[in-house]
């Protein structure tokens, strides 16, 4: 039986290449079906990640922070570390007040008000931007954005220095000179603040000395600080991706934290993939659907134009299953012929979009399908064929030899 299985899909090949001319039309009607879906799927992925990844060039857009800043004491270290362990969360820092974070800069050609913000190991800015973290010491470390460093008129191994006063408990004015070492300068694109980065100690410290307590490791005198772990009055919280943020904003919530976060953002790119996933799955439904009846009228014209053939191969000792198998060899040929032109087609297509949108997308692939997409597309197109197909085969198998002896 085996044998005439396999000897009725050698026939049914050899039919299909016979028939050369209707054969490369079915293959072509395929071909312009398929190939626009997966154009629009593949420009679906390429312009949804484009934008995630332009998104993610952007730090910032990872970043959670309460939506005000608390007083001291509100947020602990044990907190923090919390933070650190939430699911989807890639890093986490304690921010001191304002107090601390808002200084004045020196430089030989100028002076300026830089905002600034605590950094330490894993520090995610600096790290997409391949800066080292700056280091504390007697001349502590800092690094300054791109507008920062313009404003100072500074380079990269520049000095900068602070003047940092004070009020004591009986009302004299008191200052200290802090001194620091530029260890880096990140980019235009990272940031168009006034901006720079000094490890947490650092502010800590400049934090202890304007409340007039002491900072030792420094030699700043002042009222000795109480016993107790140090509190913070915010924080950031870094996701590890897009996904992760709306899921750190909700554990947030629930720890009766707002947070403020690019939430909207990364929910519109969520929803442009989403409404294009819906506009692509009901035109794939459309297509599919004048497919199969395109296949199914196919198949079943060349069942009846070929009925007193498939009659001689039953009066030949053809079983029925191997005359099933005629018409779904035929099909399975088309489709797979099918989907290789397509493919051919959808390859073009997208080097052409690629290469026609390469200045405005900066080199990005705008058009891309994973190799699971094609493996599932043409997993459908084949199953789609075959279902198509199957009431034709099943006249095949049905047809009597009976019915071509009256006609001899």
Known sequence: MLNKVALSAR???????YEAALSLCAVLALASMLAPLLVLQGVKNGVVESMREKLLQDPAVLVIMPAGSGSEGTFSPDFIEELRQLPGARFAIGRTRDIATDISLDSPTARRSVQIEPCAPGEPVLEHYRLAVPQDGKVPELVLSAKAAQVLGVQDGAMLSASLGRRTPEGRLESVVLEFRVS???PESASNRVLGFLPLQVLQDIQDYRDYL???DRGWTGNPRGEGERKFASFRL??????????LAAALDARHVEARTRAREIAGIRELAGAISRVILI????VGTGFAAFTLSSVQGAVRRKDRMLGMLRLLGFSRVSLL??????TLCTAACGIVVA??????????????????????TLCRLS?????????????????????????AASIEPSAVIREV
Do not use: K, N
């Open 283 to 286: 035109i794939s439904l459309a």
């Open 371 to 395: 190799f699971l997409e094609i493996l599932a597309a043409a997993g459908i197109v084949v199953l789609l064929s075959m279902l198509a197909s199957a009431r034709a085969a099943w006249q």
């Open 184 to 186: 880096g300068v990140l």
């Open 343 to 364: 493919g051919a087609l959808y390859l073009a297509v997208s080097l052409g979009i690629d290469s026609l949108f390469a200045s405005q997308s900066g080199g990005l």
């Open 11 to 17: 026939l049914a090949l050899t039919d299909w290449r």
């Open 325 to 330: 198998c005629y018409p779904l060899a035929q």
């Open 238 to 247: 870094y996701a590890q991706d897009l996904d992760a943020v709306e899921g």
């Open 214 to 216: 002491a900072a030792p």
